[in-house]
């Protein structure tokens, strides 16, 4: 399981620390399979009768079935795992629909995900006090860009082609909470021939 090595000083961002339980009348985890050890160490802690409480939604990388093999193991009341970050969160946003007030979302794995399931929790009114993240995994970040607003996931170079749009981006440091992204905007708007090296900085 890699450490977080996401920068501190982006303000912006959602608060990375370590996945703990908390009082709650329900317990919902989001995880992919870098954060899936961090959903297994910390439901393993946890007393057999409260797994009624417990909800987990997992995304696998392709073909990966040991995780989710010690997931189901854990008992949890609910377990479902989606190929796409996509399809979970939108599993999330109909298991949180229901959610009563006391509830508690625990999200652990690369950015991408974790922004989304911010975002999501936020949508359906928990409290950021209900939520917490955990980053495991690729520094690789999600970015908008923002003449398009085409949505790039799993960008890992200083600047992003655009599939869209084909514009050259400058990922910016700017987060938004409610798009869970960066965001890109043109880098060489002044002179597009200009030629900029792509470096590979956010792995």
């Known amino acids: 399981m890699s450490e977080s090595l996401i920068e501190e000083s982006i303000i912006s961002r959602p608060t990375y620390g370590a996945l ?30 409260m797994m ?9 990388t392709p073909g990966e079935t040991a995780l989710i093999t010690s997931l189901y193991a854990l008992g949890a009341n609910r377990f479902e795992h989606f190929p796409t970050i996509d399809d979970a969160v939108a599993k999330l946003g109909e298991w949180l629909s229901d959610a009563k007030m006391g509830s508690q ?11 989304q399931g911010v975002a999501k929790g936020e949508a359906c009114g928990l409290d950021h006090t209900a939520v917490q993240c955990e980053h495991r995994g690729s520094l ?64």
């Open 105 to 115: 979302l625990y999200l652990a794995g690369t950015e991408g995900l974790v922004g």
């Open 20 to 49: 703990k339980i908390v009082p709650g009348l329900a317990h919902y985890f989001l995880a992919d399979a870098s954060g899936a050890e961090c959903v297994i160490r910390v439901v393993q802690e946890l007393p057999r009768d």
């Open 140 to 203: 690789a970040r999600r970015v908008q860009c923002v003449h398009c607003k085409t949505m790039i996931e799993d960008v890992t170079t200083q600047p992003v082609k655009c599939p869209s749009c084909d514009l050259l981006l400058l990922v910016r440091d700017h987060y938004s909470r409610r798009l869970a992204a960066f965001q890109g905007g043109c880098i060489n708007a002044e002179d597009p021939s200009e030629e900029i090296e792509i470096k590979e900085v956010f792995k």
């Open 52 to 60: 009624e409480k417990v909800h987990i939604l997992y995304v696998p």
